[in-house]
């Protein structure tokens, strides 16, 4: 097998033990609760999973826009990232992200459509719109 070992997970999740959908989500140096509406079964205690997959991708665009502009010495004064969710059954792939990103600063127009380039190869852009594999193990006692 060709992939890379990591000695530490990217993230985990634990339930919560309270008996609802809570789970205690760790990514880095911190932990979240996600969770569902109440509607589906939860409490809304925290972002669902495509909540949490939208928020990847926002980070992972506001990052990549500002680490390109940055290494040019263009002035962003402030950039907002959305991430809207939708599921189109009638469509292949029937989920869609919608992403809007607003920037503000001493731009011209060329800079701008620059760096709108540069958000389409964001890593977490790239990964959704190419796909990728998952590989499960179970375990247990």
Same mark, same amino acid.
């Given at each position: #097998?060709?992939?890379?070992?990591?000695?530490?997970?990217?993230?985990?999740?634990?339930?919560?033990?309270?008996?609802?959908?809570?789970?205690?989500?760790?990514?880095?140096?911190?932990? +979240?609760?996600?969770?569902?509406?109440?509607?589906?079964?939860?409490?809304? $205690?925290? /972002?669902?999973?495509?909540? $949490?997959?939208?928020?990847?991708?926002?980070?992972?665009?506001?990052?990549?826009?500002?680490?390109?502009? *940055?290494?040019?010495?263009?002035?962003?004064?402030? #950039?907002?990232?959305?991430?809207?969710?939708?599921?189109?059954?009638?469509?292949? /792939?029937?989920?869609?992200?919608?992403?809007? +990103?607003?920037?503000?600063?001493?731009? *011209?127009?060329?800079?701008?459509?620059?760096?709108?380039?540069?958000?389409?190869?964001?890593? +977490?852009?790239?990964?959704?719109?190419?796909?990728?594999?998952?590989?499960?193990?179970?375990?247990? *006692?």
């Amino acid at each position: #097998m060709t992939d890379a070992v990591h000695t530490r997970p990217f993230a985990t999740a634990d339930d919560s033990g309270h008996g609802g959908l809570q789970t205690f989500v760790t990514a880095g140096p911190s932990t +979240i609760v996600a969770d569902v509406s109440v509607a589906q079964g939860g409490l809304d $205690l925290g /972002p669902d999973p495509h909540e $949490l997959v939208c928020a990847g991708l926002a980070a992972c665009t506001s990052m990549t826009v500002r680490l390109y502009a *940055n290494r040019k010495g263009w002035n962003i004064a402030a #950039m907002h990232v959305e991430v809207f969710h939708h599921a189109d059954p009638d469509q292949t /792939p029937h989920d869609r992200f919608e992403r809007v +990103i607003t920037i503000e600063g001493d731009l *011209n127009d060329e800079q701008i459509e620059r760096l709108f380039e540069i958000a389409e190869k964001c890593p +977490i852009h790239k990964l959704l719109t190419a796909g990728a594999r998952v590989v499960t193990t179970v375990g247990g *006692n």
